[in-house]
């Protein structure tokens, strides 16, 4: 017969423990404690199964019953409603934030410090409030298309582009890891707002870059900064790379900077091949600094230099944001050494872009060094003959107008 709820109400404990059947498999087991628990036996592969539904009255007889209906649903499309429950918690369990996290853990090695807290501070402050909690199975690009436009509703178009691929990799990883079946972040792909990017302010042309080297000459602040723009123009590094360079990283022996891929964007090692005027000016650097840890120390013995500083430096030089900024001697390079013919693959290779084959990166374990270094004194010698024309060019106007003047 049926169980109602005022026969599970009056059941008193008896020593032993004891079972009401409402039927359909479904029973109550009666504790000598006195909890109440359901059951739901049931035949799976010919063998006998139990699970628990929980306890009364927490959970009522009608949600008892409707879970052993669900049950019986599970076994009628051959499952095991015990595996089912499994997958189900474990479903639970695999959250938006803990997948994430784990992904992050185990990118870290291949990443530097900062780029890694950068990765995790998007995650932190972009997704985990909105789907950290979530089933990273159950999260759909429906869902997924609002935490995006939160992004955009702020002004931060590039910042919605590189959230949505950080998420695109961490749905693909719980695809490959089993816990999810797609990547709904791939959906939402096209539907973002464009991002509108603009190219680093580069002067490129010979004449003005050589007004622009007789102009870091002429600079009367901070020796650290001036000589830092010049290293920048002569190795054309990342400015990160100029503001974190040590004195233990060059070997001055064999003309070398070697920087260790913790300081690099792409977290390999880089070796830089130094110019004469490279040294030169490292070695104008040694008396200012070279008993300290870093080469361009900022204000504070052993700080870094801020990178505002270079740019206010180039600023009062006259050179305008639309016209240069610290970034911008990467890109001259880039234009004036192709326009010279030089190897494609060696000025890449000089600006730390990783080849996209890989299998020919592996193999390139020359990085095309005697070419780089043949290269890289060719360009401090072109840049000081740029300099030097600029200054006579100078010069002569200078006098030009000093005999109109006369006149």
């Not at 049926?2 to 479904?26: C, H, S, V, Y």
């Not at 003959?385 to 002569?396: M, N, Y």
């Amino acid at each position: 017969m049926p169980l109602t709820d005022t026969a599970i109400r009056a059941t008193k404990p008896l020593e032993k423990q004891q079972k009401i059947f409402d039927g359909n498999g479904l029973f109550l087991l009666v504790a000598p404690t006195g909890s109440k628990i359901w059951r739901f036996k049931y035949r799976f592969q010919g063998k006998e199964k139990l699970i628990s539904l929980g306890h009364y009255p927490a959970v009522s007889l009608k949600d008892a019953r409707e879970k052993a209906a669900d049950a019986r649903k599970i076994l009628g499309s051959g499952g095991n409603p015990s595996e089912a429950r499994k997958e189900s918690k474990q479903q639970l369990f695999n959250t938006f934030e803990l997948v994430a996290r784990e992904w992050w853990r185990k990118q870290t090695g291949a990443w530097n410090e900062r780029y890694s807290a950068k990765m995790l501070n998007y995650m932190e402050k972009d997704l985990f409030p909105y789907i950290g909690s979530r089933p990273v199975s159950e999260i759909k690009p429906s869902e997924l298309l609002p935490v995006m436009r939160k992004m955009e509703d702020r002004g931060a178009m590039s910042v919605a582009h590189i959230v949505r691929a950080l998420a695109s990799s961490i749905f693909r990883y719980a695809v490959i890891t089993g816990r999810a079946e797609r990547d709904p972040a791939a959906d939402i792909r096209g539907v973002l707002t464009p991002r509108v990017i603009k190219s680093r302010a580069a002067i490129t042309d010979p004449a003005e870059v050589g007004k622009l080297l007789v102009a870091m000459d002429k600079y009367t602040g901070s020796l650290a900064v001036r000589n830092a723009l010049r290293l920048i123009c002569l190795t054309f590094c990342r400015t990160s790379e100029i503001r974190q360079a040590e004195w233990t990283e060059f070997d001055f022996e064999d003309s070398l900077w070697r920087i260790p891929a913790a300081k690099m964007k792409m977290s390999r090692d880089h070796i830089v091949p130094l110019s004469k005027q490279a040294v030169a000016v490292l070695e104008e650097m040694r008396p200012f600094s070279g008993d300290g840890q870093y080469v361009f120390p900022g204000r504070k013995r052993n700080s870094l230099l801020n990178i505002a500083t270079l740019t206010e430096a180039l600023r009062s030089m006259g050179f305008t944001r639309e016209e240069m900024c610290a970034h911008g001697f990467r890109a001259m390079a880039s234009t004036l050494l192709n326009e010279q013919s030089f190897p494609p693959d060696v000025i890449e290779r000089q600006l730390a872009h990783v080849p996209g084959n890989r299998v020919r990166a592996a193999y390139n374990r020359a990085e095309y060094l005697p070419e780089r270094r043949k290269m890289m004194q060719e360009w401090a010698d072109y840049l000081t003959g740029l300099k030097e024309k600029a200054r006579r060019e100078t010069a002569f106007s200078s006098a030009a107008r000093k005999s109109c003047r006369k006149r």
